[in-house]
């Protein structure tokens, strides 16, 4: 384990409220990826980036914003316009991004709505 | 467009007995396949991927090009295997290069 750390572990969000959930890596990678992972859904894309100050949509980006200002770390925003918020979402880097790269992920933050 | 299908949801083997997990996949040229399995309380992790052409704790997947398929398979299953296995497809050009699509997964349980 380590590499990749995600916080919280557990994440309550009010009706309205934005919450940003961390993702932070020391393995030197260039791409990180963010995941939401539902029950019976397997894991969906929602933002990823390959380089620092870029990134590109996922398949279910919307309610979702990210930035890249740094190498290590990735962080998710979880917008009041997401209006299902409830899942366990994951973070994984990869050394650049490329073709058939092994993608290395975090333990995970689930995201519970109050 | 780039699809990955587990067709089942769940497997239950008992321990020694053969198992496959089914995985098939829709993509326009020759994408990458990998398998990913996340044990219980661990990070989902790598179990192996057809570029290297391995075996890992006894498992191996082939690529069946014909039938889009790429099913992961052990002849003697454990109970230490029983996991949620992913299989996932990695885009080879465009706006897929890199990506990974995953299917929805197969919750693999062993019965001593």
């Known amino acids: 384990d380590g590499g990749i750390t995600q916080s919280p572990k557990y994440l309550f969000r009010k009706e309205g409220q934005n919450v940003t959930l961390s993702c932070e890596q020391n393995l030197n990678h260039d791409a990180m990826y963010w995941y939401r992972q539902d029950p019976g859904q397997g894991l969906r894309l929602i933002y990823y980036s390959q380089i620092v100050n870029d990134f590109q949509k996922g398949d279910i980006a919307e309610g979702y914003s990210v930035s890249r200002e740094k190498k290590e770390s990735f962080p998710l925003t979880v917008t009041s316009a997401q209006k299902n918020p409830t899942a366990f979402y994951l973070c994984a880097s990869s050394i650049y991004g490329g073709v058939a790269e092994t993608q290395y992920f975090g333990p995970g933050t689930r995201l519970l709505v109050l | 467009a780039q699809r990955v299908t587990q067709p089942e949801k769940l497997l239950s083997v008992f321990k020694g007995a053969p198992v496959e997990l089914k995985c098939n996949y829709s993509y326009s040229g020759s994408p990458e396949l990998f398998w990913y399995v996340q044990y219980s309380r661990q990070r989902l992790q790598l179990l192996l991927r057809h570029i290297s052409r391995e075996s890992i704790k006894g498992f191996t997947a082939d690529l069946n090009k014909g039938e889009t398929s790429f099913h992961l398979k052990k002849p003697f299953a454990q109970e230490e295997d029983s996991a949620m296995y992913y299989c996932?497809?990695?885009?080879?050009?465009?706006?897929?290069?890199?990506?990974?699509?995953f299917g929805r997964g197969t919750q693999l349980t062993v019965w001593p």
């Open positions: 996932a497809l990695s885009g080879v050009r465009g706006s897929t290069l890199g990506r990974l699509y």
